[in-house]
C-alpha cells in the first residue's frame, strides 16, 4: 500500500519530518522565511491527503478545491482565524490545531511584556546603549509599580486565565471582560463591561481569539477611555488592535505605553510608526516560543494529521462539528 502524501508549509527539524516519513510520503518546504508562496502552495498539495500548515497559509475554498484528495488540515497554533472551518466541514475536513500546549507559556510571556513595559525595561536598555548612563538619577526612566494595580483582561479563556493567576502573585485587582457571555467565572476576577474595564484598568492585555466582534476591539474611540497611564499588551491576535490608531494615541500620549508580540500587519517593517516610537515594545510573536511547548505544538500537530489520516477523531479538532 502506498504512503499518504502530506505537505509540510514551513521548515522543520528532522526528527519532526522523521516521524512523519515513517507513515507518510512527505514534502516539506525548505525555508524558515519567507512563507510559501501560493501558486507552489496549491501546486504542491494537489494530490495530498494531509497538510501540515502555519498561520501564515491561507486554507480557504480554493485551497481545499486545489487538494480534492484532502482528508485532514492541522495547524501549529491554537488560533485558526486564517482557516475557513465552515468550508472545511461542508467537506468533512477536520481541522487540527494546538489549544492547551501552550497557555502557560504564552501567559507568562504576556506578564513578561507587562513588566517591561510598566518598568521601560527596553527604554533602559537603549539608554546605554546610546551612551547617556553617566550616573544615578533620581527620577530618570520612572515606570509604574505593578503590585496592587487594576489588570483589565479583554478574553477570559485558558490564556486569559493563566494570566489573571500570575496577576494574583502581585497582588493585583482582575478585571475581564469577554464577548462570549457564557464564559465561566474565574476565582478571584471581577466580569466587568468593556467600558468599565478601559476606565479603570492600569494594564491592559487581550487574550481574545480574532472574531468579527474581536476585530479592532481596540482602537481610536477605545483607546481614549484608557487612562493616560495605561500600558496595553497584546499577545492575541495582531488584527485586535488598531495599528494606525495605537501608533497615534502613543505619540499623542493618550496612553503611557504599549507592548506587542503581534501586530498587524504582521511581521511589521523598521519604518512602520509604532517602531519610531520610544513607548512601544513589539517582539516577533514569540509568546510561545519555548524549546519545551513548541516541541509540544509540534509534537500535537503531527497527532493531529496522523489520526486525520488513518480517519480517527483528532485529539484537538477546530471544528468537532465535522464529526456530527
Known amino acids: ?23 507518510c510520503a512527505v514534502t516539506a518546504y525548505a525555508l524558515d522565511e519567507p512563507p510559501v ?3 507552489v502552495l496549491l501546486r504542491e498539495i494537489c494530490d495530498c491527503e494531509g497538510v501540515f500548515t502555519l498561520l501564515t497559509e491561507k486554507v480557504d475554498a480554493e485551497f481545499m478545491d486545489a487538494a480534492p484528495k484532502l482528508k485532514v488540515v492541522s495547524q501549529m497554533a491554537v488560533g485558526f482565524d486564517n482557516i475557513d472551518t465552515k468550508e472545511a466541514t ?51 526612566l520612572t515606570g509604574q509599580d505593578i ?3 487594576t489588570l483589565g483582561l479583554i478574553g477570559m479563556g485558558r490564556i486569559g486565565s493563566a494570566v489573571a493567576k500570575r ?15 457564557n464564559v465561566p467565572p474565574v476565582e478571584g476576577a471581577t466580569r466587568v463591561s468593556l467600558d468599565e474595564l478601559l476606565a479603570q484598568s492600569d494594564y491592559i492585555s487581550v487574550h481574545t481569539p480574532l472574531t468579527p466582534e474581536t ?3 481596540i482602537n481610536a474611540r477605545t483607546l481614549r477611555q484608557m487612562k493616560r497611564t495605561a500600558v496595553l499588551i497584546n499577545t492575541s491576535r495582531g488584527p485586535t488592535v488598531d495599528t494606525q490608531a495605537l501608533a497615534q494615541a502613543l505619540k499623542e500620549g493618550v496612553i503611557a505605553y504599549a507592548a506587542l508580540d503581534v501586530t498587524d500587519p504582521e511581521p511589521i517593517g523598521p519604518q512602520h ?6 513607548n512601544c515594545l513589539v517582539v516577533p510573536h514569540i509568546a510561545s516560543a519555548s524549546v519545551e511547548t513548541r516541541t509540544a505544538m509540534a509534537e500535537l500537530t503531527i497527532e493531529n494529521l496522523l489520526r486525520g489520516l488513518r480517519g480517527e477523531r483528532l485529539k484537538t479538532c477546530a471544528n468537532p462539528d465535522v464529526y456530527a
Do not use: C
Open 1 to 23: 500500500m502506498s504512503k499518504p502524501k502530506v505537505y509540510v508549509t514551513r521548515n522543520l527539524p528532522p526528527q519532526y519530518l522523521a516521524k512523519l516519513r515513517e507513515t
Open 37 to 39: 508562496a501560493r501558486d
Open 90 to 140: 461542508r467537506r468533512k475536513i477536520p481541522v487540527g490545531h494546538t489549544p492547551g500546549v501552550l497557555t502557560e507559556t504564552t501567559a507568562d510571556f504576556a506578564f513578561t511584556l507587562l513588566m517591561a513595559g510598566a518598568r521601560r525595561v527596553m527604554e533602559g536598555v537603549d539608554y546605554i546603549r546610546a551612551g547617556k548612563w553617566k550616573t544615578w538619577i533620581p527620577f530618570e
Open 147 to 149: 503590585h496592587g494595580k
Open 167 to 181: 496577576a494574583r502573585g502581585f497582588d493585583m485587582r482582575v478585571i475581564y471582560y469577554d464577548v462570549m457571555p
Open 215 to 217: 476585530r479592532q476591539i
Open 273 to 278: 510608526p509604532l517602531m519610531q516610537l520610544s
